[in-house]
T-cell receptor, first 115, second 116 residues
Framework: NAGVTQTPKFQVLKTGQSMTLQCAQD?????MYWYRQDPGMGLRLIYY???????DKGEVPNGYNVSRLNKREFSLRLESAAPSQTSVYFC??????????????FGQGTRLTVV | GESVGLHLPTLSVQEGDNSIINCAYS??????FIWYKQESGKGPQFIID?????DKRQGQRVTVLLNKTVKHLSLQIAATQPGDSAVYFC???????????????FGTGTQLKVEL
């Protein structure tokens, strides 16, 4: 069982470069999320997708875009990377429709450095 | 503009003591509350959850208490062990009216350090 798979695990970008972080889950979950976590700090929600075909902004959406490609995949794009976007990015998923099951499954994280 | 992140508070306990980690939440419409554990270099892992119509739930060595009056959540860990050292986050879910999904939002975490 793969769970939530994120790629890449590590990435170094130059300021102004673009890249897409990929996330896929194989649990047939409805809701997917992208978070960023800065050193010594908590997780902040960037964007989320409650179900296939919908996306919404979280707490810190500026500088990011997302695509819910299908039920399995939810990608995060940085169009023009900035040093302030240096962080660890986590993708997560929850079953969603059955709110009695609240467990979120997280990917391993992507460590992004923007120089 | 974007909010500024907060540095994590730290709780230090002796091995074998009980730990209590607290969390305040903001949305009175949240219907589930969850505690996660994050070890260094890893993603968060689910510990226990509680529904908004409950005030206490027990798991193995862990108890979650919910006080909706003051919007407060706590995690109690009995007989804390070195393996419990990690960052602990509370999270809340809010039902979304469209799409049938949840919005999952994390609170500020607490670093738990277990001293031998």
């Amino acid at each position: 069982n793969a769970g939530v798979t994120q790629t890449p695990k590590f990435q170094v970008l130059k300021t102004g470069q673009s890249m897409t972080l990929q996330c896929a889950q194989d649990m047939n979950h409805n809701s997917m999320y992208w978070y960023r976590q800065d050193p010594g700090m908590g997780l902040r929600l960037i964007y989320y997708s409650a179900s296939e075909g919908t996306t919404d902004k979280g707490e810190v959406p500026n500088g990011y875009n997302v695509s819910r490609l299908n039920k399995r995949e939810f990608s995060l794009r940085l169009e023009s990377a900035a040093p302030s976007q240096t962080s660890v990015y986590f993708c997560a998923s929850t079953r969603g429709r059955d709110r009695s099951n609240t467990e979120a499954f997280f990917g391993q994280g992507t460590r992004l450095t923007v120089v | 503009g974007e909010s500024v992140g907060l540095h994590l508070p730290t709780l230090s306990v002796q091995e074998g003591d009980n730990s209590i980690i607290n969390c305040a939440y903001s949305n009175s419409a949240s219907d589930y509350f969850i505690w996660y554990k994050q070890e260094s270099g890893k993603g968060p892992q689910f510990i226990i959850d509680i529904r908004s119509n409950m005030d206490k739930r027990q798991g193995q060595r862990v108890t979650v208490l919910l006080n909706k009056t003051v919007k407060h959540l706590s995690l109690q860990i009995a007989a804390t062990q070195p393996g419990d050292s990690a960052v602990y986050f509370c999270a809340e879910t809010t039902a979304l009216l469209t799409g049938g999904g949840n919005k999952l939002t994390f609170g500020t975490g607490t670093q738990l350090k277990v001293e031998l």
